[in-house]
Each structure stands twice: as structure tokens, then as C-alpha cells.
């Protein structure tokens, strides 16, 4: 098994940015593919980005595409997500999440494992 705890969530003026972090204790954190999942309230969780155990594949929604970025470094067993261009529509608990296998998945069933979430405000 694997524990994620995220950080770096805050409150943010539209088109600042922000970059979350979760850190990974338990299993190998090179056997999972990870993802970032957001949930707003009042709407169901909905991916956001994935990335593969490696790093070298990434996946994106359309929504966040060209503007947030998701990284890993395996040594520190850590996930990141860059967010940039941060728009009031990106407000939401994101939620980091692991799942066993090499490759990304983009729906919240794929993962086994998540975190308790951080909270992002982006005021207009």
C-alpha cells in the first residue's frame, strides 16, 4: 500500500499560480502511475492530470491543458502539479491519487489510493 498527503493548496488571485505537491510512504512509489483529481462543490470528481510510473507519458484534461503540469520525481517519491493561468473556475479540493500499473488513467476507478485533498480558492 501507498499513503499520499498533499500540500500546497491555498488562496489565489485569478491568474496567479500554485503548485501542489504530494508526497508518497509505503510501496515503492515507482510501481504507480499517479493523478491529480479535483472536486468543486456541488460537482463529482473529475480528473484533472495523470502521469504514468516513469514519467515520460502524461495526460491532460481539456480544461487544464496548456496551463497546469504534472511532474514526478520518483527519488523523492513526490507528485507535483504546476498550476498556472489559474482561473476562478479551478477553485476545488484536489485530490492526489495512485494506482498500480504503468499507465495513466483518467477516471477516479482506476485508483486504489488517495489522499485527504487540498484545498485551492482562486478568487476572481
Known amino acids: 500500500q501507498v499513503q499520499l498527503v498533499e500540500s500546497g493548496g491555498g488562496l489565489v488571485q485569478a491568474g496567479g499560480s500554485l503548485r501542489l505537491s504530494c508526497a508518497a510512504s509505503?510501496?515503492?512509489?515507482?510501481?504507480?502511475?499517479m493523478g491529480w483529481f479535483r472536486q468543486a462543490p456541488g460537482k463529482e470528481r473529475e480528473f484533472v492530470a495523470g502521469?504514468?510510473?516513469?514519467?515520460?507519458?502524461?495526460s491532460y484534461a481539456d480544461s487544464v491543458k496548456g496551463r497546469f503540469t504534472i511532474a514526478r520525481d520518483n527519488a523523492k517519491s513526490t507528485v507535483y502539479l504546476q498550476m498556472n493561468s489559474l482561473k476562478p473556475e479551478d477553485t476545488a479540493v484536489y485530490y492526489c491519487?495512485?494506482?498500480?500499473?504503468?499507465?495513466?488513467?483518467?477516471?477516479?476507478?482506476?485508483?486504489?489510493?488517495w489522499g485527504q485533498g487540498t484545498r485551492v480558492t482562486v478568487s476572481s
Open positions: 502521469i504514468n510510473r516513469s514519467g515520460g507519458s502524461k
Open positions: 509505503g510501496r515503492t512509489f515507482s510501481s504507480y502511475a
Open positions: 491519487a495512485a494506482r498500480d500499473g504503468a499507465l495513466v488513467g483518467t477516471r477516479s476507478q482506476n485508483y486504489a489510493y
